[in-house]
């Protein structure tokens, strides 16, 4: 069993820029957990949780369209932890992120169904 905990949301105006980090531990002893693979998620209020960034085992990275050139999906070179640096937000992009990982294939990677393990998210809220 793997917890994954996000950190680094907030508020910022639009044009501004935030990095999450999400960390994991292997349970149940908390041993640093390796992200062989992994993807950013956002969900606002009554919409689906959608795809923003994903780096799969195969390294192929991928974004949504409307992030790409704006957010950069990342590890550290240990692979500990997993990074969404965001820049030039919008006020669309608000929502709370998800950092997921145990990706069950690499050829939908922006899909949450493909991801076995879930963090609990971090707020980010983009204002006008």
């Known amino acids: 069993q793997v917890e994954l905990v996000e950190s680094g949301g907030g508020s910022v105006q639009a044009g501004g820029s935030l990095r999450l980090s999400c960390v994991g531990f292997q349970l149940p002893y908390r041993v640093p957990y390796t992200f062989s693979d992994g993807g950013w998620f956002r969900q606002v209020p009554g919409k689906e949780r959608e795809g923003v960034a994903s780096i799969p085992y195969n390294g192929l990275i991928d974004y949504k369209d409307s992030v790409r050139d704006r957010f950069t999906i990342s590890r550290d070179t240990t692979r500990n932890t997993l990074y969404l640096q965001m820049k030039n937000l919008r006020p669309e992009d608000s929502g709370l992120y998800f950092c997921?990982?145990?990706?069950?294939?690499?050829?939908?990677?922006?899909?949450?169904?493909?991801?076995?393990?879930w963090g609990q998210g971090t707020q980010v809220n983009v204002s006008a």
């Open positions: 997921a990982s145990g990706m069950k294939s690499p050829w939908a990677p922006l899909l949450d169904e493909m991801y076995t393990e």
